[in-house]
């Protein structure tokens, strides 16, 4: 479990995924059926989930780059009601981050998901909180909207030439990488999210 990104138990993507990705991109002819088929999109409904409605996941490769976005649709009133403790902490957004714990003050999800539906459900018009991570290329976007909270998180996986990347070294549990350790990233917050969406295809 150790060596993949795994965002949703369900859903997970592993070093070779990544490498293979971006080799086929670069190839531009050949093996692009194979790329299509590592690159297709994901979607999830989980079963039981008293938080999630549903999971879905779609990669891209952007300047040479893979990334992954994992977009959340969360039930806002129990996010909203529900005490740090009664979060699902099986729910890992990355290493540093998930549901009721997080690196720095104020800044764990369930602070931050919870202001979050607490001020929409006071505001007429749509709510939406930015941030990123500082220990792994990932930028963050909660928007809260008509009962749902969408949480969209756009990792940062790397250019696939080495497993030892450490931008892909970061996005994985280790004993040198977690809630209270890891690697300085020092990246413009909100430009992974940017280059995600400046690739349509």
């Known amino acids: 479990m150790f060596d993949h990104l795994r965002p949703q138990r ?6 070779h995924h990544v490498q293979l990705a971006l080799k086929y991109s670069r190839m531009k002819e050949k093996h692009q059926d194979c790329r299509t088929n590592i ?11 008293p938080i999630i409605k549903t999971f879905a996941a779609k990669p891209k490769v952007v300047n040479a780059r893979f990334i992954l976005l994992a977009t959340y ?3 806002a009133g129990p996010l909203r009601d529900a005490a740090k403790k009664d979060y699902d902490k099986y729910i890992v957004f990355c290493p540093h981050h998930h549901f009721g714990l997080g690196t720095g003050l104020g800044h764990s999800f369930a602070a931050i998901l919870q202001k979050a539906v607490i001020n929409a459900a006071t505001m007429p018009d749509q709510h939406t909180v930015l941030f ?44 040198q990488n977690g809630l209270t350790k890891g690697l ?8 992974i999210s940017k280059m995600y969406d400046s690739c349509h295809s």
């Open 184 to 191: 300085q990233f020092n990246y413009e917050h909100g430009s």
């Open 10 to 15: 369900s859903y997970a993507v592993s070093f």
């Open 73 to 75: 649709v969360l039930y």
């Open 39 to 49: 690159l297709q999109n994901f979607e999830i409904r989980p079963v039981g989930s």
């Open 132 to 175: 990123s991570c500082d220990r792994c290329p990932t930028d963050y976007s909660v928007v809260v909207q008509d009962g749902e909270a969408v949480l969209e998180a756009w990792h940062d996986l790397g250019n696939g030439f080495s497993v030892e990347d450490p931008s892909w070294q970061s996005h994985l549990w280790s004993d």
